[in-house]
């Protein structure tokens, strides 16, 4: 198995927070506070990754978290690690 980290960004929204990935398309998540939704979002990414894998589809290598653009008023950048 393999460990990566990933980029994301998390956003707060009115009732709950949700999370995303661009290294990822597609793949997101949301939860009542920024550590459930970065816990759901870790178990996310393990299974988009395995069904990449699975698919025979390449796994993209994380973006340094320094290129990640976001709007530091209504979100922040986090790394969740995963194993493939």
């Given at each position: 198995m393999a460990k ?33 939704t970065?816990?759901n ?13 699975a698919?025979?589809d390449?796994?993209?290598?994380p973006?340094?978290?320094?290129s ?13 690690e995963?194993?493939?």
């Amino acid at each position: 198995m393999a460990k990566l980290k990933y980029p994301v960004i998390l956003e707060k929204g009115k009732r709950n927070y949700g999370v995303y990935s661009n290294d990822i398309r597609g793949c997101i998540s949301t939860g009542r506070t920024p550590e459930e939704t970065l816990h759901n979002m870790k178990d996310a990414l393990e299974g988009h990754l395995e069904l990449m894998k699975a698919d025979g589809d390449a796994i993209p290598e994380p973006s340094p978290v320094a290129s990640i653009q976001f709007d530091p008023t209504t979100e922040s950048v986090h790394e969740v690690e995963v194993e493939i």
